[in-house]
């Protein structure tokens, strides 16, 4: 998903920079209306921040922190960080 909001995405790494790759207001919320889409989720104005589209991961947890009812900020499990490989 992230590689059709950016193409230029090399591969793409827990830690990899989105802003470094393209990631543009515009591209943020074209990645946001994706991810609240494909979750059946919406992302609370709160979490609309720089630090949560920075990496994929950072996007990941706040992602299914959102889908799973959990306050913001909260310790995900082990294994939803884990799993950021689905934003692949």
Do not use: N
Not at 4 to 19: H, I, R, S, Y
Not at 68 to 73: F, H, I, Q, S, Y
């Amino acid at each position: 998903m992230l590689r059709d909001v950016l193409p230029l995405l090399p591969e793409v790494a827990e830690q990899t920079c989105l802003k470094a790759h393209g990631l543009d207001s515009l591209a943020t919320i074209e990645v946001l209306l994706r991810l609240e889409d494909l979750y059946a989720v919406s992302i609370p104005d709160q979490l609309l921040t720089a630090d949560t589209f920075a990496t994929p991961v950072s996007l990941w947890r706040v992602l299914m922190s959102v889908r799973d009812g959990l306050p913001a900020g909260a310790d995900l499990p082990a294994q939803l960080a884990a799993a950021h490989a689905d934003v692949r």
